[in-house]
Antibody, heavy 120, light 108 residues
Framework: QLQLQESGPGLVKPSETLSLPCTVS??????????WVWVRQPPGKGLEWIGS???????YYNPSLNSRVTVSVDTSNNQFSLKLISVTAADTAVYFC????????????WGQGTLVTVSS | EIVLTQSPGTLSLSPGERAILSCRAS???????LAWYQQKRGQAPRLLIY???YRATGIPDRFSGSGSGTDFTLTISRLEPEDFAMYYC?????????FGGGTKVEIK
């Protein structure tokens, strides 16, 4: 049974870089049947797709974040990661990692989410 | 970008009643590439419906989805206590993938 778990710092200073890994357990991140996703949710607000990475290495990002975001895979640790540079208070949110089946673009497995606060 | 508008913002109902949630798209969504999620407070979203009308694995049959083009509906036939939550629609027809603003189903 595939499971996802986010980790990382709960507090990041403005203008710094937010880095979050998502550990995949119960299966291999190299499994071509899945793709990997980041979604965020500001406190009390709705969901925002950040970006996706596919088995072939192709990545797709939300244009609203495109110039600041990178999603990558670390096969040695069975993780995929989010990097968001030059953060501001508007980036304060619960960050979820998620996955979906290849050939789809909805998300059928989610991590529990981790709150990241941007504050000095 | 496809904008999804969900209505109503809040639905106040009693257990056993029927809930009808609406999701309207700013442009036609081809091949019914629309999903619905349930989110309870402090939890991650859970996939309920994909392809506008297909229930995800393990989802009870009191949940049903319908619609096409720009108008989609999630129906909960008889509300159970565990169904009181937030519900979001998501389109995956075009990038960027977008979510609606959500409908809160609360106990009346």
């Amino acid at each position: 049974q595939l499971q996802l778990q986010e980790s990382g710092p709960g507090l990041v200073k403005p203008s710094e870089t937010l880095s979050l890994p998502c550990t995949v357990s119960g299966g291999s991140i190299r499994n071509s049947n899945y793709y990997w996703v980041w979604v965020r949710q500001p406190p009390g607000k709705g969901l925002e797709w950040i970006g996706s990475i596919y088995y072939d290495g192709n990545t797709y990002y939300n244009p609203s974040l495109n110039s600041r975001v990178t999603v990558s895979v670390d096969t040695s640790n069975n993780q995929f990661s989010l990097k968001l540079i030059s953060v501001t208070a508007a980036d304060t949110a619960v960050y979820f990692c998620a996955s979906g089946q290849q050939g789809t673009a909805y998300f059928d497995l989610w991590g529990q989410g981790t709150l990241v606060t941007v504050s000095s | 970008e496809i904008v999804l508008t969900q209505s109503p913002g809040t639905l106040s109902l009693s257990p056993g009643e029927r809930a009808i949630l609406s999701c309207r798209a700013s442009q036609s969504i081809s091949s019914s590439y629309l999903a619905w999620y349930q989110q309870k407070r402090g939890q991650a979203p859970r996939l309920l419906i994909y392809g506008a009308s297909y229930r995800a694995t393990g989802i009870p049959d009191r949940f049903s989805g319908s619609g096409s083009g720009t108008d989609f509906t999630l129906t909960i036939s008889r509300l159970e206590p565990e169904d009181f939550a937030m519900y979001y629609c998501q389109q995956y027809d075009s990038s960027p993938l977008t979510f609606g603003g959500g409908t809160k189903v609360e106990i009346k």
